[in-house]
């Protein structure tokens, strides 16, 4: 909900001082829209790192705490700068939590109840994002826009003692091949100086993109939210700058077009989600298998037509155009579960949240960070350049977000080539050095060694695959 709950104010923040907002140009409004994920991408890798190293529900705790006082803050800011810092604190939270909690769902479920459980998890964005904009689009019309910053906060404080107290973190790779538990030493969850070095974070880093189906699928989730950046952040204010023209029906018009986004995206990021999940489960359950990446890919084709009506309809015709809206962002949510699972399985156990991190801050620092600021940048200076009115130059700016969904399908299209022969390189590290000792492995620089010949695995011998990814050694030597 707090992540989007500047696109449903957006409009009243534009207003003057005199009138409650504080009148920020579309610029700014970027800005404030790309701040939070700057934060947000900057701090992954770092919670990611942690998370392999230290108990996850401690950094869960301190971040959910983190954010909810960063969000009630916003709400008190008395100019455009003590909001721009506040909002920026709300990303420390997320950072924490975004990265760990899907490996902690890893940890959970086996790999062929993952997808499923990981679609459940990824229902919360859209219906988070549906609600921000319908609670932040109310309350700015019930009252003023400071109250849609502090609906969220007390929730958050209460699911952060409940998670605190009561949750219980299963081991790291408890639902792998042999779980980390048989290992006695490895129970011991406390955090240990020695794997807090700088020389563990840069040898993890090289390893984890050393994956090249992660780094492909990384590309293409960074082209997802560069459209996801653009269209939550810019939809709204687009659709009501061309429709929400009568200044006496203004409020009740805003509100409205909140409302039906909201709706929306709430029942496609639902259904999306949950078909991608399904399919997934489907056919991605083999090691065998590279249907995740080509879901995604597949969506993300079907997708870029409609974001580019979704744009070009609106003078011509609204009902077209949120039907254009509703398939986009149906076939966008086909992406979120299997990109998610992929990026687990390609993955060691103790490396999970690292490589969550690095992703986080990859897709975000060249997607939805910057995203919304581009498109800002390109509105305001094809208003003040040009014969256009604000809405036709912000329509013009959104113009180039459907390009961005096709470049995200051709990098999944190449993670295809290289997730299979990574999947299983990961299952052989597995298989090789748990072996009898029970004992997972600590990332290794014979994470992609050679393959041995002798073993087998339940589906029959696996040769060495000229498909995955090289020893890392091999790529810098």
């Not at 921000?132 to 849609?148: D, T």
């Not at 003692?161 to 006695?184: C, H, K, Q």
Request: with cysteine.
């Amino acid at each position: 909900m707090d992540r989007l709950t500047i696109a449903g104010i957006l409009s009243e923040l534009q207003l003057s001082p005199s009138e409650g907002g504080f009148g920020i140009t579309d610029n700014e409004a970027g800005i404030l829209s790309s701040i939070f994920v700057s934060t947000y991408m900057v701090l992954s890798p770092v919670f990611g790192f942690l998370g392999d190293r230290v108990p996850r529900k401690i950094i869960l705790a301190v971040g959910v705490l983190v954010w909810a006082v960063s969000t009630m803050l916003c709400s008190f800011a008395s100019s455009y700068s003590e909001l721009l810092v506040f909002r920026s604190m709300v990303g420390f939270g997320e950072a924490s939590y975004a990265t760990i909690a899907p490996t902690l769902i890893a940890d959970f479920y086996p790999v062929e109840q993952r997808a499923t459980a990981l679609a459940f998890y990824f229902t919360a964005t859209p219906l988070g994002s549906a609600l921000g904009y319908l609670v932040a689009g109310e309350m700015a019309y019930l009252f003023n826009w400071r109250w849609a910053f502090r609906v969220t906060p007390p929730l958050a404080i209460l699911f952060t003692v409940i998670l605190f107290f009561f949750a219980e973190e299963p081991p790291r790779g408890a639902t792998e091949v042999v779980p980390l538990s048989m290992n006695d030493e490895a129970e011991d969850d406390s955090v240990d100086g020695d794997k807090l070095n700088l020389r563990d974070f840069l040898t993890d880093l090289r390893l984890i993109w050393a994956i090249r189906s992660f780094a492909y699928s990384t590309f293409a989730f960074t082209a997802i939210t560069f459209v996801s950046g653009a269209i939550s952040g810019w939809g709204p204010t687009f659709l009501q700058r061309m429709h929400c023209t009568d200044a006496a029906d203004a409020g009740r018009c805003k509100s409205e077009i909140n409302y039906k986004f909201g709706i929306i995206g709430s029942i496609t990021g639902v259904a999306g989600t949950l078909i991608g999940a399904v399919l997934s489960q489907r056919y991605a359950r083999s090691s065998n298998s590279n249907s995740d990446p080509v879901i995604c890919g597949v969506g993300l084709l079907a997708a870029a037509p409609f974001i580019y009506l979704a744009v070009f309809l609106p003078p011509i015709s609204m009902l077209y155009t949120w039907i254009s809206i509703f398939l986009g962002e149906l076939f966008i949510g086909f992406t979120w579960a299997p990109a998610t699972a992929m990026l687990l399985y390609v993955t060691l156990p103790t490396q999970r949240s690292f490589a969550a991190g690095i992703q986080t801050l990859t897709s975000h620092l060249l997607g939805d960070a910057l995203s919304p600021f581009i498109v800002g940048w390109l509105a305001g200076n094809l208003y003040y350049n040009n014969d256009f009115t604000r809405g036709k130059a912000l329509q013009y700016a959104l113009y180039p977000t459907s390009a961005f969904a096709i470049i995200g399908a051709v990098f999944f299209g190449i993670s295809a080539k290289y997730v299979i022969g990574d999947r299983r390189m990961v299952e052989i590290q597995e298989h090789e050095q748990i072996g009898s000792a029970g004992v997972l492995p600590e990332p290794s620089e014979a994470y992609f060694g050679q393959v041995s010949s002798s073993l087998e695995l339940t589906e029959g011998p696996i040769p060495k695959d000229t498909d995955a990814s090289p020893r890392p050694a091999d790529q810098i030597s």
